[in-house]
Nanobody, 117 residues
Framework: QVQLVESGGGVVQPGGSLRLSCTAY????????MGWYRQAPGRQRELVADITTDGNINYGDFVEGRFTISSDNAKNMVYLQLSGLKPEDTATYFC???????????WGQGTQVTVSS
C-alpha cells in the first residue's frame, strides 16, 4: 500500500521559515518523480517544486528563490524548505509521487502552512 506522509506544517509569521518533510512508503522511491504542490481555499492546486528521476528540479514561478526542494533516496524522503514566507503562501501543501510511464500518481494527505502576523 502506497502512503505519503507529510509533516512540518504550522503557523509562521511573514518572513519566517518552515521545513516540510514527506516520507514515502510502498514505492521504489528512485523510480518516482517527487514533488510538492499546494492548494489555497478557492484556488486550484499548483506545483511548488518537484524533482524528476534524473535529478532535474522545477519550481513554480511564484517561488522566486525562496523555497528549496531536496530528497534523500536512502530514507525515501523529500523535503521542502520554505523561507521568506508571505501571507499568500498560506495553503495546504501536498506531497506527490508520480511515475508517468505507468500512469501512477499518489498524494499525501496534506499539511497546512499558515503565514500570518
Amino acid at each position: 500500500q502506497v502512503q505519503l506522509v507529510e509533516s512540518g506544517g504550522g503557523v509562521v509569521q511573514p518572513g519566517g521559515s518552515l521545513r516540510l518533510s514527506c516520507t514515502a512508503y510502498g514505492i521504489v522511491f528512485s523510480n518516482y518523480a517527487m514533488g510538492w504542490y499546494r492548494q489555497a481555499p478557492g484556488r486550484q492546486r499548483e506545483l511548488v517544486a518537484d524533482i524528476t528521476t534524473d535529478g532535474n528540479i522545477n519550481y513554480g514561478d511564484f517561488v522566486e528563490g525562496r523555497f528549496t526542494i531536496s530528497s534523500d533516496n536512502a530514507k525515501n524522503m523529500v523535503y521542502l524548505q520554505l523561507s521568506g514566507l508571505k501571507p499568500e503562501d498560506t495553503a495546504t501543501y501536498f506531497c506527490n509521487a508520480r511515475r508517468l510511464r505507468y500512469s501512477l500518481n499518489y498524494w499525501g494527505q496534506g499539511t497546512q502552512v499558515t503565514v500570518s502576523s
